[in-house]
């Protein structure tokens, strides 16, 4: 194996991780990683202050891998996460970083996903489990020993776990683990809550504290759009139809999904490559040529292809995938706006990544505003544009260099004028739908949002949300928020930032009542104003909480 120094080789890394790392792309560790490693390798319990994008995946993945023997082949480290898909984005990481270590296993546990499979993984062997804290409970109750081999727990993003309620569930989680291990705690936060656990959980925690920088895209137009996942590529072919661009570069997350998109760009003429990490050396560079001379107008990239891709004829960037982290968002849409021209940067978000988009405006500083996709109109209208723009250079001439081959083809063919005109037309487009009751009738456009739920049989639209609210016991007060479940909320979410900001006690909190569009929680009566005065800045979900005192007159 090829010796590498400098850099994360420094760090005292086993030599095949920091192969693995360099072949991502990274050769420098950031700031998190730099105190985080030695500390984590050392044995030590820690406290990470940092937010999302700062590189604190690795900070913690790559000693713990350091400190996992492949030959046991039972849990080793288990790693908590808040969501589903910060649970698979960190198992991926674990997994891209163990690529040179045969023997070492990752299970990704979570819910909405069937239990058997994620059990049978842990039972043939896997050392690391990444999992939710609520299906990791439900594990729990069917073997109370999962965890008694777990020597390494991080807690990821711990605020937010709490802020979703996660409390009870990580105390069952701690008591099911043995006391001698280690446990890291990261989290962009720190208030009471965080360090009450802090005290009871971790022993004579190192603290690390790093400052989030402000990375800033201002000279970029930026905007999302929400989409379903399986309609990436119809909306992907919808936008091209409009955005006026010079040349465009589209991200996604896999070499697969390179080639699906290039394959569906191509079979509407579009100039388009593929750029991934399997594609030679050679060839990565005369895809970048033809990007830069115009033969090429669009390249479909994965992210590590496109590391120093600088072609300033670059105007728009598509993210049709989801980036990891913010960081990886600012250095996509950088590839646009070089040299003072103007950039355009679009991104496609599901239902599902909502949370990653407010991670990102956060860390930017800057709100990506929504777009919606294109109507039939707009795209017929687009469509002319294109046509009318390529027969403008033509008319002034044509009539001299081909007036009377046009006055024969009218005779051969015993025809007006003008329905020739539209047959030439209709060759020249090469059949293209240029009528708003055909463009109508063609498959539908992708909906720009989450389609609304679908009442079951036999439910209405109102009465839920009419209910009598139940009665209150004494010394409470009922509070009201605009926040339900069309926001995506559960009572759990409320529960947690309460305890998490309000500063409470469990038993404090009396009935959480989540209706669609609103929420009513029950407070105690005495301090309210004290306790909605702390509260007034919480956001649940991305959105702000905003309780207020509930009139029910």
């Known amino acids: 194996m090829t010796q590498v120094t400098g850099g994360f080789a420094e760090l005292d890394l086993l030599p095949s991780i920091v192969a693995a790392v360099i072949a991502t792309g990274y050769e420098e560790p950031s700031p998190i990683q730099a105190q985080a490693i030695p500390v984590i390798l050392a044995g030590h319990d820690m406290i990470g202050q940092a937010q999302t994008g700062t590189g604190k995946t690795a900070a913690f993945a790559l000693p713990i891998l350091c400190r996992i023997d492949p030959a046991k082949k039972e849990p080793q480290a288990l790693v908590l996460a808040p969501t589903r898909e910060l649970a698979l984005q960190v198992a991926t990481a674990f997994e891209t970083y163990a690529k040179q270590m045969p023997g070492v296993s990752v299970v990704a546990i979570y819910g909405g996903a069937p239990m058997g499979p994620q059990l049978k993984a842990i039972r043939h062997g896997a050392q690391i489990i990444v999992a939710t804290p609520g299906r990791l409970c439900d594990h729990l109750r069917r073997d109370e020993n999962l965890l008694s081999t777990v020597h ?5 993003e711990a605020d937010e776990m709490l802020k979703l309620g996660f409390m009870d569930d990580l105390e069952v989680i701690f008591n099911a683990m043995p006391e001698s291990r280690q446990t890291v705690l990261f989290s962009a936060t720190l208030p009471a809550s965080i360090r009450a656990i802090a005290e009871r959980h971790l022993r004579e925690p190192k603290h690390i504290k790093i400052a989030a920088k402000t990375q800033t895209v201002t000279a970029i137009d930026q905007a999302h759009l929400m989409i379903h996942a399986d309609q990436k590529i119809p909306a992907v072919l919808r936008l091209l139809e409009v955005e006026d661009f010079d040349a465009l570069i589209a991200f996604v997350r896999t070499k697969q999904a390179t080639l699906d998109l290039t394959s569906a760009l191509e079979a509407k003429g579009y100039k388009v490559a593929a750029l991934n990490g399997d594609i030679a050396q050679n060839q990565r560079e005369r895809v970048i040529e033809s990007l830069k001379d115009g033969r090429l107008d669009i390249v479909v990239a994965t992210d590590v292809a496109a590391r120093g891709l600088d072609v300033p004829r670059i105007t728009h960037v598509f993210n049709v995938d989801m980036p ?11 590839r646009t706006g070089r040299a003072g021209r103007e950039g355009r940067a679009l991104l496609l978000v599901t239902p599902r990544e909502r949370r990653m988009l407010q991670v990102i405006e956060r860390v930017t500083g800057q709100k990506v505003a929504e777009a919606r996709l294109p109507n039939p109109q707009q795209v ?12 403008k250079p033509l008319v002034g001439e044509a009539e001299a260099s081909h007036g009377e081959l046009l006055d024969r083809l009218i005779a051969d063919l015993g025809c007006e004028p003008r329905a020739l005109a539209a047959a030439l037309l209709r060759k020249v487009t090469h059949g293209q739908t240029l009528s708003l009751a055909e463009l109508e009738r063609e498959q539908p456009l992708v909906p720009s949002a989450p389609r609304e739920r679908t009442p079951r049989s036999g439910e209405g639209r109102e009465p839920r949300e009419r209910r009598a609210p139940l009665p209150l016991a004494e010394g409470r007060v009922r509070c009201r928020t605009a926040l339900g479940t069309r926001d995506g909320i559960a009572a759990r979410n409320l529960l947690g930032a309460i305890l998490n900001e309000g500063g409470l006690a469990r038993e404090a909190i009396g009935r959480i009542q989540v209706r669609e569009t609103f929420s009513l929680v029950e407070l105690p009566e005495e301090g309210l104003e004290r306790l909605l005065g702390k509260l007034k800045d919480t956001r649940v979900a991305g959105k702000a909480l905003k309780l207020r005192r509930y009139r029910e007159d």
């Not at 390494?152 to 990821?156: E, G, I, R, S, W």
């Not at 990891?324 to 950088?334: A, C, F, K, L, W």
């Open 152 to 156: 390494h727990l991080v807690l990821d």
């Open 324 to 334: 990891y982290d913010p960081e990886s968002y600012v250095h996509r849409i950088g």
């Open 380 to 391: 017929l209208d687009a469509r002319i544009r294109k046509l009318t723009a390529s027969l």
